[in-house]
């Protein structure tokens, strides 16, 4: 069973910034594309951000573009989410997830839907 495991939640104030570590022991990330999503109290999952296997393909939700940015470091094999001028509307519990393995014509695809695998959470918390 694939297990991802996601770190760097905390409590920040709002306005500040945290980054977010997206990796898979022992499982190689390399032919999926990763997702981050959050799930608020309350609320329905939703999707955050995304990046194609190849990492060409980038894209986030509209709250959050400008502030979050996702990259991925194949040789660690870890994705990030970077995440500033945060407010109260971020507080969530954040989870990654791989979609694939994908094909070589997909490697430039990500979605901001679902994934085959999934972590655990962190939880971030913006509160004064």
């Known amino acids: 069973q694939v297990q991802l495991v996601e770190s760097g939640g905390g409590l920040v104030q709002p306005g500040g910034s945290l980054r977010l570590s997206c990796t898979a022991p022992?499982?190689?990330?390399?032919?999926?594309?990763i997702g981050w999503f959050r799930q608020a109290p309350g609320k329905e999952r939703e999707g955050v951000s995304c990046?194609?296997?190849?990492?060409?393909?980038?894209q986030y939700r509209a709250p959050v573009k400008g502030r979050f940015t996702i990259s991925r470091d194949n040789a660690k094999n870890t994705v990030y989410l970077q995440m500033n001028s945060l407010n109260v509307e971020d507080t969530a519990v954040y989870y990654c997830?791989?979609?694939?393995?994908?094909?070589?014509?997909?490697?430039?695809?990500?979605?901001?839907?679902?994934?085959?695998?999934w972590g655990q959470g962190t939880q971030v918390t913006v509160s004064s």
């Open positions: 022992g499982f190689n990330l390399d032919p999926y594309a």
């Open positions: 997830a791989a979609r694939g393995p994908l094909l070589f014509e997909l490697r430039d695809m990500c979605w901001l839907t679902t994934g085959n695998y």
């Open positions: 990046i194609s296997k190849s990492g060409v393909t980038t």
